[in-house]
């Protein structure tokens, strides 16, 4: 076997799984980031991480207000996923400039774009520093489907946005 660094192994593992993060702004908005280093922790009770680096926006507002919607993108909002990646909220109001439509769900006033795949409503429990990031893990209050979308993921590491298929 060839020695490789870990960037690099994130293109061999990939289709990665990728998630919208939102959560909530002061002025009670949401703010969108793309987050694709998420995992199940446990099904009892249902909890669930991420981690995010120590600059996001997104990881100063859950760790001020501890509520976060882990949300799944459907190929019909794939564009926003790049977008909502390369741009931070703390300068950019990722969903005005990109006009991203939002949908509220039943049980928390932050809202999650539409056209997502799955919703998974979370109350942070704690965070640890690893490195560089922060690991962010949560308790899973609620989870909402819309089984119309598909989910995407990326592909050729964190280069391409699509759903996978069955080879
Ligand atoms: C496909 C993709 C996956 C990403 N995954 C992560 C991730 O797992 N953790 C992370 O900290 N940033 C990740 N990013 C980068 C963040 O989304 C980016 O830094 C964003 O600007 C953070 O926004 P915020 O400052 O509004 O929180 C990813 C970006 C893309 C495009």
Redesign the pocket.
Known sequence: MEKINLPKASKITSPNP?AI?CTQKPDGST????????TYLSYNPNMIA????K?????ELVRENKKVVITIPSDNIKEI??K???????DTN?ISKFEIEMQDIPTSNIKVPLHSAAAIQCKLKEYIETGD?YLYICDVEEVYADDKERAVF?WEG?SK?ASAKEA
Request: net charge positive; hydrophobic share 40%.
């Open positions: 990728v993060v703010n969108l980031a793309t987050v694709s280093w998420y991420y981690a995010m680096a600059s996001s926006y997104s990881g996923v790049m909502c990646g390369m741009h931070s909220g703390r990722k990031h990326s964190y946005i």
